[in-house]
């Protein structure tokens, strides 16, 4: 007899055997118990996932002799031969090759005969996005009104490709991408009882290189027992695959968290060896390092998914939280790198080199110094012309000190002077002459640099003035400053313009009330408004403004809505005044800052006035 390959020889003969996706088979199964049977059902998801199994299994329940049953009893005649794929009433099509609209009309003229063997006949249609948009169009009427004896079964991996005439004429159930762990315990009872030898990271391996498929574990796992020689070890399974298993992946791992290159180097050089795609082994890296960084900020929540879940509660704990997230992005990144970088390698080498370098509390050392014609004395001489006691700070944190001191520009400046400013110990060192004429030295750029700090505290400064002048707007459009609004009879020093905010109307009903004019007389309160906002007004707003002007002027107060022209004299109006009145006085101070205007006269810069904003007014 010859071999069957593992994929045929253990399809699911029972809704019993189906591993991992329990929501479609609870559906069914209630369907068929019930006697709730539809005409179509679609089922849709990833190569591998049971589509097909599934549509077979259904077909079983649908006609076995015992019954509709959702446990056929898998010895009748009808059992026997859908099994064994010789069922007459079972016709299965394969879309892909089948696409034609003469295809589909002979099946919708053999639909309207009886089966021949069994209860339904029953047509499974396998890819059936496949189908012309004619076919689909011959296909419909059958489709939504077949016959008593006909059930339809399509299966597709893109139901996206499918017309939503289709989709709303069946019962639509998505298979899920097997899970890792599934695919192991699978593959687990399957060399068991084929008596294979195998290694718990080998199962591991497989079920990731699936990638949601039982079929394509299966088929893994007949190509690792023929490499193996009826065998599966973590070594065999890796070289085959093209990959390395989870103890090197944690060989790489221990090596970052003890901070050590060289053991890190010497790991890359080895696995090297087996020409492995470097880019699976930074998306196993990242994965890693995400599920670390779940258990660290819910402990407990690890799974064993992927064979690991010992190695990840130990990294929880042995690394910082900041360590795990500068892992993950710089996997991330390097990741992306291996697309540009010469050699896939150099670019994996870097990636790991860069967790190391870039580790928060890493040793920060400076490039080794390059003496030229003198001793290392010298060397620390030109690094350092200024004697002193103390070494100066690195470049970038002297770039930092100089921004936030702009004082200290001076002393920069001094640096540049004329030689005999120098000391003599570092004037009797061979020194290269610098020309009379020139750009200015870096230091003076710096200071240069440094001034912009100071300007835009200037300008700050400046335009916080403004608010001082709040009774003065001045607006290019208003050729006469408007005074003060007086406070209104009877309201103390609430003046309504002015301090409408402090009344804490939110929302429309504040909005339709800033852009009203307010009177008084006695207990009452009249809002003159726009037609435009007072068709928005109604009883809700109104309350909720008489609410707001009762907790201000007392429970006594009363409120009048009336149409008409405010004149100008809304809240809203007065704060876009107080807006430009700013702006104005912020350009201003920004063109006329000294500062600015040597940046300008020196770089041919220009000021971008619209980036330019005031400071915001405080509430009145």
């Known amino acids: 007899m010859s071999y069957q390959v593992l994929a045929r020889k253990w399809r699911p003969r029972t809704f019993e055997d189906m591993v991992g996706q329990e929501h ?86 053999n639909v309207q005969y009886s089966p021949s063997r069994g209860r339904f006949k029953v047509y499974l249609i396998d890819e059936v996005h496949m189908l012309t948009n004619q076919s689909f169009n011959a296909f419909l009427k059958t489709l939504e009104e077949p016959p008593e004896h006909v059930k339809f079964l399509l299966a597709t991996t893109d139901p996206q490709k499918l017309p939503v005439t289709v989709l709303s004429r069946c019962l639509q159930f998505n298979l899920k991408r097997m899970t890792p762990e599934h695919i192991a315990g699978h593959l687990r009872h399957v060399l068991t009882q084929e008596g294979i030898p195998f290694e718990e990271p080998a199962l591991w391996l497989l079920a990731r290189a699936a990638d949601g498929s039982m079929r394509d574990a299966l088929s893994l796992t007949d190509q690792a027992i023929a490499f193996g020689n009826q065998k599966l070890s973590g070594s065999d399974v890796s070289n085959m695959l093209g990959t390395i298993d989870q103890r090197d992946i944690e060989k790489l791992v221990n090596a970052l968290v003890e901070n050590d290159g060289p053991a890190l180097l010497s790991e890359i050089s080895r696995i090297s060896d087996f020409a492995p795609d470097y880019s699976v082994i930074l998306a196993d890296l990242l994965s890693l390092f995400h599920r670390v960084t779940m258990e660290q900020v819910v402990p407990g929540s690890v799974d064993n998914a992927l064979g690991d879940a010992a190695q990840v509660e130990s990294l929880a704990r042995r690394l910082s939280a900041e360590d795990a997230q500068l892992f993950y992005q710089a996997a991330l990144m390097g990741r992306k790198d291996l697309a540009v970088t010469p050699d896939a390698r150099m670019g994996f080498e870097m990636t790991l080199l860069r967790m190391l370098a870039f580790r928060p509390g890493a040793d920060r050392r400076e490039p080794p110094a390059i003496a030229s014609g003198g001793s290392s004395s010298g060397q620390e001489q030109r690094e350092d012309p200024e004697p002193g006691p103390a070494a100066p700070e690195p470049q970038p944190q002297h770039s930092e000190a100089q921004h936030s001191e702009p004082q200290r520009s001076e ?22 002459e610098e020309p009379e004429a020139g750009p200015p030295p870096a230091e003076a750029d710096d200071a240069w640099l440094a001034s912009l700090d100071a300007a835009a505290e200037s300008a700050a400064a400046e335009s916080a003035v403004v608010e001082d002048y709040e009774s003065e707007p001045v607006v290019e459009e208003q050729p006469q400053p408007e005074p003060e609004p007086e406070p209104h009879q009877d309201t103390g020093e609430f003046v309504w313009e002015r301090h409408f905010r402090s ?69 809203a109006a007065w704060e876009e005044r107080q807006r430009r009145a700013r702006q104005k006085a912020a350009e201003e101070a920004i063109r006329n800052d000294p500062a600015v205007q040597s ?15 005031p400071p915001q007014q405080a509430k009145g």
């Open 24 to 109: 479609v088979l609870q559906a069914l199964i209630h369907a068929l118990d019930n006697q709730r049977l539809h005409h179509a059902y679609l089922f849709t998801g990833t190569r591998g996932v049971g589509k097909t199994t599934i549509g077979r299994l259904l077909a079983r329940c649908l006609n076995c002799e015992t019954g509709v049953t959702a446990t056929p009893c898998g010895t009748c005649s009808s059992c026997q031969e859908i099994q064994e794929g010789r069922f007459v009433d079972l016709i299965e099509i394969d879309a892909a090759s089948r696409t034609g609209v003469d295809d589909m009309r002979e099946l919708t003229d």
């Open 599 to 613: 940046i300008v006269e020196r770089f041919e810069a220009r000021v971008v006035e619209d980036s330019i904003r």
């Open 503 to 571: 009344l804490d109307i939110v929302g429309m009903p504040g909005n339709l009330a800033s852009n009203a004019a307010m009177s008084r007389n006695g207990d009452e309160i009249v809002l003159t408004i726009d037609e435009g906002h007072a068709r928005l007004l109604n009883a809700r707003h109104e309350e909720k403004i008489l609410e707001a002007l009762r907790n201000r002027f007392g429970d006594t107060i009363t409120l009048r809505i009336e149409q008409g022209d405010a004149g100008g004299k809304t809240p």
């Open 411 to 432: 002393p920069v400046a001094e640096q540049a002077a004329p030689e005999q400013a120098i000391p003599e110990e570092v004037a009797s060192e061979p020194v290269a």
